[in-house]
C-alpha cells in the first residue's frame, strides 16, 4: 500500500514564504492558482506561497494539512497540436487555516506585512451577502463576512492593505466583492476610517478564468496512484490550456509576474471582451449541449464531440449563432471558436454533461439568452439550433427523463408549470424570476419551444437535431 504524499516523502520541495492568503482549495484553484504560482516560482520570478483559508465548515482544511499542502496535477490534453501528459507535485499551499476553528489564527494573517495577495474561488455562490452575518462573529459564515473580518484587523493594525483577485466566475467579481464589504463595514459600523483605509489601500480587481478542471479523476485513479508511487487524495486532472484575465492597475504585472513566466495571462484595463467571449462561446456551448446530449444518451463532452450529429450541431451554434451575435471581429472569433472545440475534444478528460449540468437556468439566463434574443432582434428569426436546445432544456427540467440538479425554488417553478402540459410553455417563458424578462414577449418564442418539445418527445433529440444540421 502506498504512502500518502507529504514533505516526508519529498524532502527537497521547495517551501517558499507566504504572500498569499487563498480563500478556497477546491480542484480549480489547486490546478490554477497554485500551479502557477509554482510556475513564477520555478524561474525564480516570485518565491511565495499561499496560505489557503477554509471558506466553508466543512472543507478540505485537514486533506490538505495532512499532505503538509501538496497534491498532484496532471495536465491532459493536446495544446498548439502537441499531446501533453505531464504531472507535478505542486508545493506551493503552505497550509490550511480553519477560521471555524482556528478563527484567531486566522484573524493573525493580518499581522503578516509579507501576505500582499488575497485570491479566492468559492463559487458564483460565495460572493454573497448573509444577512445573518454580524460583526464579532467568529466567523462570519460567508466569504465576504470573513474577508472584513480579516481587512479591518489588518487596518486596526495600522498596515497597508492588499491586492484582492477574486477568481469566482461572478461579472465583475472584484467589483462585487469590494461592495459587499464595504456594506458589512456599513451595517457593522467599522468607522469611516476604515472605509478609507479600504478605498485607499486596497486593490480590489476583477478577473476572469479559464481552465477546464474537472477535478480527481475517479475513474483512472487506481492505476495512476500506483504509477505515481505515493496516494494523493488531492490530485486533480487539468487540461494544458489556461487563461487568466486580470483588470488592474499598470503596476500589477511587476508585483505578480504572471505574464513573465510564460503564462496566458492578461493584464489589462477592460476585461470586457474576454468575458463576453468566453461566457457565451465557452460556456454558452457547454451548457447548450448538455438537454440534447444528455437525451440522447450521451455522458461527456468528449462523446458529444465524437458524435457526428452533436459536434455539428456544436459547430454550428458557435459559428452561425453565437459567433456573429458577439461585438468582436469575427475572423478572431471563430479562430477563438476552433480552439475551443479542439479543447472540448480533450481525449484525455472526462467532463462530464451531468457537472455542467448544475444550476442549468441560471446558466442559460447568463450564456445563451442573451445570444437568443439578440438574434431575433437581429434577423427577424430565432436561432434555430439555441432554440431546440432551449427547448430540450425545459423538457429535461421536467425531471422524469434526467435527473435536474438546480436550487428548489426553480424546480418547484418547473413543477407547477409542467402540471398543466398544454400552456407549459407560456406559463414557464413568462415566468420572470428565472429570465429576468417575460419571455413569452420574444416573437415566436412560445409556439416554437412548444413544437420543439412536441419533435423531442415523438423523435428524440438525435432525430430532432438531424433536421437541423
Ligand atoms: N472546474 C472547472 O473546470 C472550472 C473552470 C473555471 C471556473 N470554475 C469555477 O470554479 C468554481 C469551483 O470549481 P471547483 O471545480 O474548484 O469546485 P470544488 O467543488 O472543487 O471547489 C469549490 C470550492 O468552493 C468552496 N465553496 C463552495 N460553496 C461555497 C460557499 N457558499 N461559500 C464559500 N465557499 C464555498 C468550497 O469550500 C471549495 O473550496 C465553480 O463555481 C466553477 O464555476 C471551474
Ligand atoms: O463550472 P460551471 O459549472 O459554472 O460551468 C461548467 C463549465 O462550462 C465550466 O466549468 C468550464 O469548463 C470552465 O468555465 C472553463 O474555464
Known sequence: MAEQLSRRLFPDLPASPERVIQFGAGNFMRAFVDWQLQQMNRQGLFQGS???????????????NKQDGLFTVLQNGIYQGQTVDSREIVATVSRVVNPYTQ????????ENDALEFITSNTTEAGIAYDASDRAGDAPPLSFPGKLTALLFRRYALGKTGFVIIPCELVDRNGEQL??????????????????????????????????????????????????????????????????WVIEGPDWLAEKL?????????????????????????????????????????????????????????????????????????????????????????????????????????AKFKTRLLPILSKYRHKNGTLPPLLTLSFAGLLLSYRGDRIPRQD???????????????????????????????????????????????????????????????
Open 178 to 243: 469590494k461592495r459587499i464589504v464595504q456594506r458589512y463595514a456599513r451595517e457593522w459600523r467599522l468607522g469611516d476610517g476604515f472605509m478609507k483605509w479600504l478605498d485607499e489601500e486596497n486593490t480590489f480587481c476583477c478577473s476572469l478564468v479559464d481552465r477546464i478542471v474537472p477535478g480527481y479523476p475517479r475513474s483512472k485513479a487506481e492505476e495512476l496512484g500506483n504509477g505515481l508511487g505515493y496516494k494523493d487524495e488531492l490530485m486533480v486532472t487539468s487540461e494544458p490550456y489556461l487563461l
Open 407 to 469: 436550487l428548489p425554488e426553480v424546480a418547484a417553478a418547473f413543477d407547477e408549470a409542467w402540471s398543466r402540459p398544454e400552456t407549459f410553455a407560456e406559463n414557464i417563458l413568462k415566468n420572470k424570476s428565472l429570465w429576468g424578462e417575460d419571455l413569452t414577449r420574444i416573437p415566436d418564442l412560445v409556439p416554437a419551444i412548444t413544437e420543439h418539445i412536441r419533435e423531442l418527445e415523438r423523435a428524440g433529440s438525435r432525430e430532432a437535431l438531424q433536421q437541423l444540421v
Open 103 to 110: 478563527f484567531e489564527d486566522f484573524l493573525a494573517l493580518a
Open 257 to 361: 509576474p504572471l505574464d513573465r513566466a510564460g503564462l496566458n495571462v492578461v493584464f489589462t484595463g477592460d476585461m470586457t471582451p474576454y468575458r463576453e467571449r468566453k461566457v457565451h462561446l465557452l460556456n454558452g456551448p457547454h451548457t447548450a449541449m448538455v438537454p440534447l446530449g444528455r437525451l440522447a444518451g450521451l455522458e461527456t463532452v468528449e462523446e458529444v464531440m465524437r458524435d457526428e450529429c452533436f459536434s455539428r450541431f456544436v459547430r454550428e451554434l458557435m459559428e452561425r449563432e453565437i459567433s456573429p451575435m458577439l461585438d468582436l471581429p469575427l475572423p478572431e472569433v471563430l479562430a477563438y471558436g476552433e480552439d475551443i472545440r479542439e479543447r472540448f475534444r480533450n481525449p484525455f478528460i472526462r467532463h462530464e454533461l451531468a457537472s455542467i449540468s448544475l444550476n442549468s437556468i
Open 50 to 64: 499561499a496560505i489557503v483559508v477554509q471558506p466553508t465548515r466543512n472543507g478540505q482544511a485537514e486533506a490538505i
